[in-house]
């Protein structure tokens, strides 16, 4: 079952876009070295429509943010905003620097906390406005702009969000170039998956026994599969699917793709061990291998890095330079 940074709580780019909504005339200022007249631009202020629809009028650039979605803080940091995050959630662990930084819950939010450190820019998630709508309006009335950003469910609405990101922290050039790499790289290993001739069948495992989870359509790790042209043997269902053992065994992979290392010991050898996988290929073939959760399910810019792993995982040959 997955949270935000994990399967625990189940559950950037078009080229420079055009700011939505109301914009100032552009002043001028005189130059105190001579009479040139220079022409000031600025983004701000940007009216913007986050992820459940509501309008955002963001007058200035936000210098003091809060980010209560990890994968919304690593897109942050990834636009160079390092020194304007000031708070982040509970879950929130990349980059290194948000250990630092303080936290103020994640799916209850510390109002306290968020109000002591007087943010500009706070961004939310939808559950937040789903099941908490009393504080997201108390930020409101503080006079904190407040941005719902869902976690996507593909690559194209990670794209997306980074877009958004940008425009609200005055960042598009820089969203710009994030996303400009992620599509570039997602490029690069379609082309070396051409170069694959058969493709292999892979189970990917995204909780263990008793409640054993896999992944279909409709999640990051399936649309990775299709990339590096491997086969989601669960790829006819869609989403987070329970399966007992005697089903994911009939699926007979060729590599399993365990996500869950970060809490349980050597997930590997879990699976090695267990009664009645033998003869599974993946098994017979010591082709079970665990990989960072967070770069395979988090909706943030890691998510190329977790591509290229999975791409060096199944097919080495091909991926592995």
């Known amino acids: 079952m997955k949270k935000q940074f994990s399967i625990g709580s189940l559950l950037l780019m078009i080229m420079m876009s055009i700011l ?5 005339e552009k002043p001028v200022s005189q130059s105190k070295e001579s009479n040139t007249i220079v022409e000031e631009t600025s983004a701000f202020p940007v009216t913007l429509t986050d992820d459940v629809g509501e309008e955002v009028i963001i007058e200035q650039k936000p210098e003091r943010i809060v980010s209560l979605l990890p994968s919304t803080t690593e897109i942050i940091f990834s636009l160079g905003l390092d020194k304007e995050v000031v708070g982040v959630s509970d879950y929130c662990n990349y980059p290194e620097a948000t250990e630092k930084l303080e936290k103020v819950g994640a799916q209850q939010m510390n ?16 559950y937040h406005y789903t099941n908490s709508l009393d504080s ?6 503080a ?23 940008g425009k609200a922290t ?13 599509k570039q790289e997602m490029d690069e290993m379609k082309e070396k998956a051409k170069a694959i001739t058969e493709e292999k069948k892979v189970w990917v495992e995204v909780s263990p ?6 992944t279909g359509t409709n999640t990051f790790m399936h649309e990775m ?8 043997v669960a790829g006819d269902q869609e989403g ?9 065994v009939s699926l007979n992979p060729d590599v399993i793709i365990t996500t869950y290392g970060y809490y349980i010991e050597n997930p590997e050898q879990q699976v090695y061990s267990r009664q009645g996988w033998a003869e599974v290929p993946a098994v017979k073939n010591k082709q079970v291998f665990d990989v960072n959760n967070d770069t395979v399910t988090r909706p943030g810019p890691r998510l190329v890095e977790g591509v290229e792993t999975l791409g060096k995982l199944i097919y080495p040959d091909v991926f592995t330079e």
């Open 20 to 24: 939505i909504g109301c914009t100032n």
């Open 111 to 126: 109002l306290e906390k968020i109000l002591e450190l007087s943010p500009d820019l706070i961004l939310l998630q939808d």
């Open 136 to 141: 997201v309006k108390q930020l409101k009335d």
């Open 143 to 165: 006079g904190i702009n407040v941005m719902i950003i869902k976690s996507g469910q593909s690559f194209e609405d990670v794209y997306e969000s980074i877009s958004l990101l």
């Open 170 to 182: 005055g960042q598009t050039e820089e969203a710009n170039e994030v996303v400009g790499k992620m």
């Open 209 to 214: 026994q008793p409640d054993i989870f896999t």
């Open 225 to 232: 599969l299709e990339t590096i042209q491997a086969e989601n």
């Open 240 to 248: 987070w699917i329970k399966m007992n053992e005697e089903q994911a």
